[in-house]
């Protein structure tokens, strides 16, 4: 894989990510499990409900030391359990936290890393049950954002012991498991989906091919399978163009376990995703859901029925501004909730009216237009932001540079021109853009530039206008600089 198209969907990641620590108590999951009850989550508190919503309960475990909630995961209304992490150490601690009484009461259980594992955690992790017995954890590996590394336990008694897989863990990412040996891995905003049919002790990796109806969005990022039972499941896939324009939305469908998949449903043309951005949705009584925001605050609901054709789409001014679409959960065709980045929301109509049910006060800066920006100083006044900088080390950042409220995206790996810049302004969910910095013959961002044949000069360095175009259009701009590369043929 290049490094171009691993930067590509990794920056999305990482500027959603570094929104989602500024806001580090904001509701990160969540999950329906009736069509009363279910569980919300933030980094530090669990919160749980039997109203939908309409009022909440705090269930958080308590450790005799702050603990970050990393994993929440519920089989059913009463049983659940949540990873618990402690980043304050140089080696993370972890502990699982089990209840069987709906978060009433919970059992604590400091988990054990196996010795032979000495690689340096981060503190990050996934758990996922198959039944009251069998589960996982995958517990991330400190590394460059280019990688995901980590390690693999499992447990047969409910969580009271664990140990290390025996085979190779091909990725550190979100898993499921449908049986005690059948699950699958999704690569966070890439292209790579696994499947283990033998308790995760080895992985097979999985590809499908985008049907030629949603030509030419072919760049595949992958979300975790849905199954029914052991044999009928639908898969989401997002598929992207290279350029600023529409992707698609397939929901592949299996009747063998995942062996084999069709495209069952398609969303095509849709606006506001790039390469590494999955267009969130799920699967009620085989229609497909999906939810978009565009134009800062309207949250559009789609429902595809099962012989293909749209059922329903809604729009309202709901989502909260400069907020993007995380996760869905539906207990019916009309009942459900949708997550957003801003806050969490239900509706009863099927996506016509939205209330927030957010079960903690965010606070939310006041202008999320407003972005990374160079408030004071514009690459205007200096020509180009490039001439101010001889090597990464001497630059310094203005004292006006402020945290972004707003997702962002990595504008020159999807070659965007100024009208399209426009449309992305008026109809994504994005307020910032990512540049890179211009650099001169001989520095490693310029060698990097060439290699890549990005002729970011153009654009920056020769053409300052075009960065204070799109500041004008209202977007916050972030400058990047490519530090060294390893060398490659």
């Known amino acids: 894989m290049h490094l171009g198209k691993i930067s590509v969907y990794l920056l999305t990641i990482l500027m959603v990510s570094s929104v989602a620590a500024a806001q580090s108590d904001n509701i990160h999951s969540m999950k329906l499990l009736t069509s009363q009850v279910g569980w919300a989550a933030s980094q530090s508190r669990l919160f749980w409900t039997t109203s939908t919503g309409d009022s909440w309960s705090e269930i958080t475990p308590k450790a005799s030391t702050p603990m970050t909630i990393a994993s929440v995961f519920f089989l059913d209304a009463s049983t659940g359990w949540a990873l618990?992490?402690?980043?304050?150490?140089?080696?993370p601690r972890f502990t699982l936290a089990s209840t069987t009484s709906a978060g009433s009461t919970w059992t604590l259980t400091a988990i054990t890393i196996p010795e032979a594992q000495t690689i340096q955690l981060s503190g990050g992790g996934c758990i996922d049950f198959s039944d009251s017995l069998h589960g996982w954890i995958v517990l991330t590996q400190v590394s460059s954002s280019a990688f995901s590394l980590g390690i693999l336990l499992k447990t047969e008694d409910g969580g009271s012991t664990w140990q290390a897989t025996s085979g190779n863990l091909p990725i550190a990412d979100p898993l499921r498991f449908f049986t005690s040996k059948d699950g699958w891995m999704a690569r966070l905003g890439g292209d790579e989906l696994y499947v283990t049919h033998d308790g995760a002790n080895s992985w097979q990796e999985v590809s499908l091919k985008a049907p030629p109806q949603v030509y030419p969005a072919v760049h595949a990022t992958y979300d975790l399978p849905m199954f029914e039972d052991s044999k009928h499941g639908f898969l989401p896939v997002t598929y992207a163009?290279?350029?600023?324009?529409?992707?698609?939305?397939?929901?592949f469908a299996?009747?063998?376990?995942?062996?084999?998949?069709?495209?069952?449903?398609?969303?095509?043309?849709?606006?506001?995703?790039?390469?590494?951005?999955t267009i969130p949705s799920t699967v009620v009584q085989s229609n497909l859901m999906s939810a978009q925001v565009s134009g800062a605050t309207v949250l559009t609901f789609t429902t595809v029925a099962a012989d293909g054709k749209v059922l329903s789409s809604t729009s309202a001014?709901?989502?909260?501004?400069?907020?993007?679409?995380?996760?869905?959960?539906?207990?019916?065709?009309?009942?459900g909730w949708v997550l957003t980045s801003g806050g969490l929301l239900s509706t009863t109509d099927g996506g016509i009216t939205w209330v927030d049910i957010t079960p903690l006060a965010m606070q939310r800066p006041a202008d999320p237009q407003s972005g990374l920006n160079w408030n004071g100083f514009t690459?205007?006044?200096?020509?180009?932001?490039?001439?101010?900088?001889?090597?990464?080390?001497?630059?310094?950042?203005?004292e006006s540079l402020q945290n972004s409220a707003g997702l962002g995206f990595d504008q020159q790996f999807v070659a965007c021109a100024k009208p399209q810049m426009k449309t992305w302004w008026e109809y994504s969910p994005y307020f910032d853009v990512g540049f890179y910095l211009n650099a001169k013959q001989g520095n490693p961002t310029f060698q990097y530039q060439k290699?890549?044949?990005?002729?970011?000069?153009?654009?920056?360095?020769g053409n300052p206008p075009w960065t204070s175009n799109v500041e004008n259009q209202g977007w916050g701009l972030i400058p990047l600089w490519v530090g060294l590369q390893a060398p490659s043929p």
């Open 379 to 398: 690459l205007n006044d200096a020509g180009s932001l490039s001439s101010l900088i001889s090597d990464h080390e001497s630059f310094e950042a203005p």
């Open 84 to 91: 618990l992490s402690d980043e304050n150490e140089d080696k």
């Open 254 to 277: 299996t009747d063998n376990g995942g062996k084999t998949w069709v495209p069952y449903r398609i969303l095509p043309n849709l606006t506001g995703s790039s390469i590494g951005q």
């Open 317 to 335: 001014d709901a989502a909260p501004a400069g907020s993007a679409v995380f996760d869905l959960s539906f207990a019916s065709d009309t009942l």
């Open 241 to 251: 163009q290279t350029a600023c324009k529409g992707s698609a939305l397939v929901l």
């Open 451 to 461: 290699k890549m044949n990005h002729k970011y000069d153009e654009n920056l360095g």
